[in-house]
């Protein structure tokens, strides 16, 4: 099992900036995909960005593209979103997740661990 914690949420006026954290514990060593999703009131989980376990390239989905940006550190297990030129829409409930899989995914039932997320809220 991965357990995953998430931080670093709260509320931030347009265009400003926050980051989230996700500190990872358990059997991180057969995770190879770290992501995160978000979920807003109503709608549907959707895919923010991925990147694999030896690091290197994000991917993202196109809305975030330019904005946010992920990273992770192997050596302390931490994934990090951090958020940039922040807007109303990106308003949600940001969780934290792990797949073992090699191939890069986009939807929710690709990933097996979750976080329990953490708000965050854009005003405007």
């Known amino acids: 099992q991965v357990q995953l914690v998430e931080s670093g949420g709260g509320l931030v006026q347009a265009g400003g900036s926050l980051r989230l954290s996700c500190t990872a514990s358990?059997?991180?060593?057969?995770?190879?995909?770290w992501g995160w999703f978000r979920q807003a009131p109503g709608k549907e989980r959707e895919f923010v960005a991925s990147?694999?376990?030896?690091?290197?390239?994000?991917y993202y989905a196109d809305s975030v593209k330019g904005r946010f940006t992920i990273s992770r550190d192997n050596a302390v297990n931490t994934l990090d979103l951090q958020m940039n030129n922040l807007k109303p829409e990106d308003s949600a409930v940001y969780y934290c997740?792990?797949?073992?899989?090699?191939?890069?995914?986009?939807?929710?039932?690709?990933?097996?661990?979750w976080g329990q997320g953490t708000q965050v809220t854009v005003s405007s």
């Open positions: 997740t792990a797949r073992k899989a090699l191939a890069q995914s986009s939807t929710p039932q690709g990933y097996a661990y």
């Open positions: 358990g059997r991180t060593f057969s995770v190879y995909i």
């Open positions: 990147i694999s376990r030896p690091g290197g390239v994000g």
